[in-house]
């Protein structure tokens, strides 16, 4: 097969795009490419026509006020969201959309905002912010390095995986139970910025090899030389990056 | 690497409250709790600022020497900086600003916001000066209160006022809350609310909401950036008996000013069209020549190749609504009292009270010009309010005058080749900064530090694109996150030549290679404070007046 093609879907760029998670649908697109595959990226807004073909969902964070502009399309693609997470598309959701990914977020003033239900976690306003650098140990991907900066504290339900489990209090989901983000199936949720996939490779590298395996029944590179080297320098560059990252102050 | 508290600029942290007997105004805004809950509330509209008071054990006439002992203390120790005399002062003598400042006879100009801050109060201050008023400012980069302490105490002398008839003053976000609670402005500029360090403001709603405060304190004039929604709505809390002004753009120029809601998703594609994608019409009768000349100020090619982030692979057309981010501007379209309308190579062309008038600009860079239509609206505030009259052609002569402030696009000749040091603080100034400074022809190094005064999340370099970077390739690459910045380079398929956490060596190295090529070197703030005194030792480099 020519350069098959991975449709991957950055959920709602216009309203849910701070903290850099623009470098995560980068970061996706052109390892793609570097593998032989022809990415095709549909940046899906509030309003947009759900694409035909969906093989990969990355969503990143927002404002409040972007949260509320979204919301509502959200539910209206909800069912849509949950069918595909239940087949086993990956997705990644960072901040904002981890949060509406979970069954509610509660602000400070006792508002309840409704989630889609993808995870089993639930989000509670606060009124101190967690903010630094942070790495988290995770079985599947190793060290996870990120920066998080997010207000509202989340919680786990019973029997629901976290991405990865956090060294101090103070730091991650809550603060308090040392887990940070959730797995359900190929859906990941994170507070973690930085972008996280460019410093996260194996993370990126999951995320293709599921996303091209269910639509193609495997993942098979087709590379030249030159992006077989590409690739390779690229991350040798992400693991100086990840040792001086992890070496920084909070 | 040798990189610890010390080399951070004098940003105190404006966590440490004020010792006040009472005076609940003084406490100061911590940027940092800022994220917490909304900031207190201003002083009501129309009521007067609580003045501080000082200590009944403090001889208020003492302060200035107080200050400048600490100020000599501190060079003495070699941090040269203005951060520790200004804390001497504030804890000795809580209402010393106020008093100082409450006597002048133009009161004060306040300037904030996320971009170009230095630059348009250096505009303002060299515009007032040059149409005959005796200025008082703070230099560059000193932009919190305890900077401004600092700055008068080089300028008073003992009981004697302030020698001024008007203070022009640069103030970060968080800083200026904090400042209009000791003395109200009599203008107010604000500029735009673009994502900074979000790790220090929250998200840049809640900015929005802190220079709402500095426009409730406003007793005269805010003058505000039309073309950014946000700051536009800021007109709503204005008070009674306060006047509004804008500055806007013609409509062919908006695609070249984007505002932050035109960094991502559809704006990306009209950014990127823009050039051919010109809706004229309207508010200010657009000028078709002024697309292609702005294009022409960008390089060869256009905004729209240095503006964009999205990958070719980007499939447009499935939003039914290319224009999300103007929605609130259409709105609240107000007429403009200076609009820009024209722009090209150091030049530029105003509308003023209906008429076009044009003239040439010193400054460098594209972003500029439109501050400069700011820097105008306040300063024909400032002279209508003192009963003058000036007409467009003495502004467009005394704008002619203004200098570049050190930093921004600041040169500095090196074994005869000019080194361009270009200061990039968040992702819209980096865009605008690589659009406006062609790298054909130059060699381009890049600095990025995460010290707290850079911010310490480098996710913003992701909303940043450099692809046009692509034809010349990068030579060095440096600062503590010089390999986050690799790698963001890779992945938008941009060359580097060397990549050395070494700031110091490596400035050196990039200088003195390639002799007689001009060169560019982007920088954020705590990388420019070290490598400019790198160069100093191989260059003339003039007194930043901010340390070190």
Request: with cysteine; glycine share 12%.
């Amino acid at each position: 097969m020519e350069h098959p093609v991975i449709d991957v879907v950055s959920l709602y760029p216009h309203d849910m795009n701070i903290y850099g998670d623009w470098g995560n649908v980068l970061t996706v697109t052109r390892r793609l490419s570097l593998y032989g595959y022809t990415p095709r990226v549909h940046a899906y807004n509030q309003g947009d026509a759900w694409p035909d073909h969906v093989d990969l969902i990355l969503g990143g964070g927002g404002q409040d006020t972007g949260q509320g502009r979204i919301a509502e399309d959200l539910f209206l693609r909800a069912d849509t969201l949950r069918k595909l997470a239940a087949e086993g598309t990956p997705m990644l959701t960072i901040c904002g959309l981890y949060q509406l990914f979970g069954e509610y977020f509660e602000t400070v003033a006792g508002e309840r905002i409704e989630g889609i239900g993808i995870f089993g976690v639930y989000t509670q306003g606060h009124d101190v912010r967690m903010i630094g650098n942070l790495v988290e140990h995770s079985d599947r991907f190793g060290d996870i390095i990120g920066y998080e900066n997010h207000s509202g504290q989340t919680f786990l339900r019973d029997g629901v995986r976290p991405l990865g489990v956090v060294d101090r209090e103070g730091t991650g989901n809550n603060g308090k139970d040392h887990t940070e983000g959730a797995q359900v199936g190929n859906v990941i949720g994170t507070y973690m910025h930085g972008s996280l996939l460019p410093k996260n490779p194996r993370i990126a590298d999951h995320l293709i090899r599921t996303a091209a395996t269910r639509r193609y029944g495997e993942f098979h590179p087709d590379q030249t030389e030159e992006q077989r080297t590409a690739l390779e320098r690229l991350d040798a560059i992400a693991e100086q990056a990840r040792e001086v990252a992890a070496s920084r102050p909070r | 690497m040798a990189m610890n508290d010390e080399s951070r600029p004098e940003r105190d942290d404006g966590a440490r409250v004020v010792v006040d007997d009472g005076a609940v105004t003084a406490r100061a805004e911590a940027p940092a709790a800022t994220h917490a809950a909304k900031p207190a509330g201003p002083n009501a509209a129309g009521g007067s600022v609580q003045v501080p008071r000082g200590h009944w054990w403090w001889p208020s006439a003492l302060t200035p020497w107080a200050g400048r002992t600490a100020q000599w203390a501190s060079r003495l120790a070699g941090h040269g900086g203005s951060a520790l005399p200004g804390r001497v002062v504030e804890v000795l003598d809580p209402g010393f600003l106020a008093r100082t400042l409450g006597t002048l006879p133009y009161g004060v100009v306040l300037v904030s916001g996320t971009n170009g801050k230095t630059t348009t109060t250096r505009m303002v201050a060299l515009m007032l000066e040059q149409l005959g008023l005796k200025v008082f400012t703070n230099p560059t980069g000193s932009n919190f209160t305890r900077g401004v302490v600092s700055a008068l105490m080089g300028a008073i002398d003992g009981r004697r006022p302030l020698d001024a008839d008007i203070a022009v003053l640069e103030l970060d976000e968080a800083y200026a809350v904090h400042f209009v609670r000791q003395i109200r402005p009599r203008y107010s500029l604000l500029l735009n609310v673009m994502r900074d360090q979000l790790d220090r403001f929250g998200e840049i709603d809640n900015t929005a909401r802190l220079l709402g405060h500095v426009a409730q304190a406003t007793t005269g004039t805010v003058v505000l950036n039309r073309e950014d929604a946000r700051i536009a709505r800021l007109s709503e809390q204005v008070p009674d008996g306060t006047a509004v002004r804008y500055f806007g753009l013609v409509n062919s120029l908006r695609s070249y000013f984007p505002s932050d809601d035109d960094m991502h998703g559809t704006d990306i594609r009209r950014t990127a069209m823009s050039g051919t994608d010109v809706d004229d019409g309207a508010v200010d009768g657009a000028d078709d020549g002024a697309a292609s000349s702005a294009m022409a100020a960008f390089g060869a090619g256009g905004p729209g190749a240095s503006l964009s982030g999205a990958p070719s692979s980007l499939i447009p057309g499935e939003s039914p609504r290319l224009d999300v981010g103007r929605e609130a501007f259409a709105s609240t379209a107000q007429p403009a009292d200076v609009t820009l309308r024209r722009v090209g190579d150091h030049e530029a062309e105003f509308l003023i009270d209906g008429a076009t008038v044009g003239g040439r600009v010193r400054l460098e860079g594209i972003y500029n010009l439109f501050n400069a239509a700011a820097a105008l609206t306040v300063v024909r505030s400032v002279l209508a309010d003192a009963g003058r009259s000036v007409d467009g052609g003495r502004l467009m002569e005394a704008l002619a005058e203004v200098t570049p402030a050190f930093g921004r696009g600041e040169v500095i000749e090196v074994q005869g080749a000019p080194v361009e040091l270009l200061l990039v603080k968040n992702p819209m100034g980096f865009r605008l900064s690589l659009g406006s400074f062609p790298a054909p022809g130059h060699d381009t190094m890049i600095a990025i530090c995460d010290e707290y005064a850079d911010g310490r999340d480098m996710s913003w370099l992701w909303d940043v694109d450099f692809t046009s970077l692509r034809e010349t390739g990068v030579a060095m690459v440096s600062g503590t996150r010089a390999w986050d910045m690799a790698l963001r380079l890779g992945y938008d398929e941009v060359k580097v030549a060397r990549t050395d956490t070494d700031l110091e060596e490596s400035v050196e190295r990039f200088v003195t290679a390639n002799p007689g090529v001009p060169k560019h070197i982007y920088c954020t703030y705590t990388a420019m404070l070290r490598l400019r005194a790198r160069l100093a030792r191989l260059a003339d480099v003039a007194d930043a007046g901010v340390g070190r």
